[in-house]
């Protein structure tokens, strides 16, 4: 079963943001999906854009690869600081993360 259809967003659009105030630096995120999240000099994580933009905006989303899904999703449940959301784009439910149901 994948990621998708065990979260029952198969075909869904998705997007991932950090919570800053929770962010541990720790790294994990970045080592899992570098193309993803990137540790800045504050050593806080924090989403990239689709064309490799650090996004510093609280709050700031960015997209989730279909093909990056399972390494985002590692990322949100391996984060000791429990500050990774991922979330469908058409209802922003927390689909993985600490607010997900």
Known sequence: MSVEQAAGVEGEALEVWIDQDLCTGDGICAQYAPEVFE??????A????????LLQAKGATTPVPLPLLTDVVDSAKECPGECIHVRRVSDRVEVFGPDAE
Not at 39 to 44: S, Y
Not at 46 to 53: A, F, H, L, P, W
């Open 39 to 44: 540790l800045d000099i504050d050593g806080l």
């Open 46 to 53: 924090y989403v990239k854009s689709g064309e490799d933009e």
